[in-house]
């Protein structure tokens, strides 16, 4: 804040007053203070900029990941489910019943496996 109001005391300055060595040479070291603390700033925005960036890249992957995992879990438990049915139906001795259940439900099962391993 302070650099800000010597910009304003040096406004007011007169062109005689300008033209002086001594007020040159502190206009001239305020600016280039001015300056380096403007690209300063604007390293840090721009890093943040790419942080924020970085963020909502990620934000995006993981609810995408989350909605595919919804389908995958879905599809797990189905396929346990049809091979509780498989195991079942073995020892009540229908085994084509159980091959028609079982081996689906075990393709379906190794398939979410790989798919959600991704």
Do not use: C
């Amino acid at each position: 804040m302070t650099g800000h109001k010597k910009y304003k005391k040096i406004t007011n300055l007169t062109n005689k007053d300008l033209e002086s060595p001594g007020v040159a040479k502190f206009v001239i070291n305020e600016n280039e203070t001015l300056k380096k603390s403007l690209r300063e700033t604007q390293d840090r925005l721009e890093k943040i900029k790419e942080e924020k960036f970085e963020h909502e890249k990620k934000n995006i992957i993981l609810e995408t990941k989350q909605k595919s995992i919804f389908w995958i879990e879905f599809f797990k438990f189905i396929s346990s489910v049809g091979i509780g049915f498989a195991i079942s139906y073995i020892f009540s001795g229908n085994n084509t019943a159980a091959l028609s259940f079982g081996i689906p439900s075990v393709i379906i099962f190794i398939i979410a496996l790989i798919v959600g391993n991704k």
